[in-house]
Each structure stands twice: as C-alpha cells, then as structure tokens.
C-alpha cells in the first residue's frame, strides 16, 4: 500500500492551507480524505469573495480556492479557473459586481481540485471548458496524492474539459488574445500559463505562489527542476510592466517571479546533491538545507520542513 511521505498533521496542514491560505488547528480530527480536494467546503462558504479590478475589463476573484481570472466581454465571460468545490454561489456573486452577462468559456491552469472544483457547475450554466490534454486526463480517472495518502475520485463527465490541447492555443474573447501555453512538468504534468497579450496580464497557475514555498505535486510528474523550468518560459514572457497572477498569494510583478524563480533554483541547487549522496529525507530535513531562506519563503502555509520532504520526493523521482 502506498504510504505518505507527510505524516498526518503535515498533511493536513497542507490540504487546508492551500485552500484557505491558512493552517489547519494541529490536532484535528478530520482526515486527509475529508477535505475535499484542498476543499474544506463548509468553510468555503463561510468566507466571502474579493474582487480586484486589473483593466477595465480583467479582473480577480480572491478567496475560494486558487486566484480567478475573469475577462468580460461583450459575448459573455471568459474565465481562468473554477475555484474549490461548492464555491460557485461565491464565484458568481463576485461577477455580479462586475456583469450580469454569463461565463461562456472556462480555461483550467491544471487538475487539482481547488482550481477545478467549480467545473461541473459552470458547465451545466453553459461554459465550455478548455484545458491541457493532462488535465482531462487525471480528471477523468482516480488520482492518488502520495504526499497526502489521499485518492482524489474521478470527476463526473459534465466537468471535463470539452476541448484539450497539446502544446499551445490561442483564444479570442472581448477584444483580447490570450496565449495559453504548456509547460514540460513542474507543480504538475497538466500546467499551463495564460498570457493576456493586449492587456499584459499573465496568469500563471500554481507555476506560481507569490511570497511561499510551493506545494509541488510528484505523484502527477512535479518536481522542482520543472518548477525552475516553467519560471524561465514565463520570465521570457513577461516585462517590467505585466501584472502576474500567481495560482495563490497577491498580484506579482517580473521582479517578484523573478525572486521566486531565483529561489526556486537555490533549492534544487541544494537539495539535489543530498539526495544523490543518499541522505534519506530525515536527514536532508535535519540538515536544514533552507535555513537562510525560511525566513522570507517558508511563513506560507507550506512549511519549511513539509517543503524540504517534498522537494526532495520529487528530485528522487525525476531529478536523478
């Protein structure tokens, strides 16, 4: 039987903070399992949506699960990612300050819950998902997250992605070109990023968590060179002026990403020589390989210690 490489509390921990951008109480009594996806969906409906205007016409929907994008124009709403489970009522109150006018396209960054939750709800409302060829994939069958020990169920059919693509696609909506472009595996084997072109606004996924250390999904192919990797395509992207929204965390700017993608490479860079040494991860984590930098990276929700196991579970797995 497959085991995590978290013990129980750092699971939990993880599950919920990347929900709500917080810790779970150590000590409680729900499961992995019972936090649905990063889900947590009684207290999602407990927190309230904020909407924060980019342009006349993109805006951000902070509060319920992964950052929202979401371009009006005059066909309707195009949307990047759909939130935790259970948060549609939320998501649609934030448009409601904005249009009355329906999403009719949703475009997932990627497979995990707290950025697909809300698809089979805005499907039967009539968007057409678009998304990369792995993340309708991984939705369409049982997922296990080793790091957690949990398995994540088989989305049902109406949540699914209607149109997939390979490396790279361009959409119209609103006046706007948006390039949607795939990246070899880094948080996972299912990330994309969004460029706004016009507007100049790049909507990175959970390619990006401003100000943390990120959670990196091995069991879908993530490690942390793939991490480095996909941060450089976006810095070619981007300039001084592009606002970049990361999958969690505030509005970026190059030079934040830049800090990120920089730190990013630090932890390959010492991480990796310890696991081909042999070190086992109670030894890497004891050796505090991060110390300088927990100060600055480690106060998110992902941990300086629960970081350090999973960078180095997916070095072992793709970075050797």
Not at 164 to 193: K, M, N, Q, R, W
Request: aromatic residues 8%.
């Amino acid at each position: 039987m497959k085991t995590s490489f978290l013990n129980r509390r750092e699971a939990l921990q993880c599950l919920t903070g990347i929900a709500t951008g917080a810790t779970v109480l150590y000590g409680s009594s729900r499961s992995a399992s019972a936090a649905i996806w990063y889900g947590e969906e009684h207290e999602a409906e407990q927190r309230g949506i904020k909407v924060e205007k980019l342009t006349d016409d993109i805006s951000l929907l902070i509060g319920v699960g992964g950052n929202i994008a979401v371009l009006v124009g005059k066909e309707g709403v195009l949307q990047i990612d759909a939130g935790n489970p259970g948060t549609s009522p939320q998501q649609i109150a934030g448009l409601k300050q904005l249009t009355d006018k329906p999403v009719v396209t949703l475009v997932n960054t990627h497979w995990h819950g707290d950025h697909t939750g809300g698809n089979a709800d805005m499907a039967k409302a009539g968007s057409r998902i678009f998304a990369h060829d792995n993340t309708r994939k991984r939705l369409s069958s049982e997922q296990f997250i080793e790091a957690f020990n949990s398995k994540v169920p088989a989305s049902p059919e109406i949540a699914l992605p209607i149109l997939t693509f390979s490396s790279s696609l361009t959409l119209y909506h609103g006046g706007e070109e948006l390039h949607l472009t795939h990246v070899p595996p880094a948080h996972t084997d299912t990330d994309i990023f969004i460029h706004f072109a016009k507007a100049n606004v790049l909507h990175a996924g959970d390619l990006f968590f401003n100000g943390m250390y990120p959670f990196i999904d091995s069991s879908t192919k993530g490690w942390v060179g793939g991490m480095v990797g996909a941060a450089d395509k976006i810095l070619a992207v981007a300039d001084d002026k592009t606002k970049i929204i990361p999958g969690h965390g505030e509005l970026g700017t190059k030079e934040q990403f830049k800090q990120y993608r920089d730190m990013l490479a630090t932890v390959h860079e010492r991480i990796t020589p310890l696991v081909k040494g042999g070190k086992s991860v109670e030894e890497v984590v004891a050796a505090k390989p991060l110390a300088d930098l927990d100060d600055k990276w480690g106060k998110g929700f992902m941990k300086p210690d629960v970081f350090v196991k999973i960078v180095y579970g997916g070095i072992k797995k793709f970075g050797i």
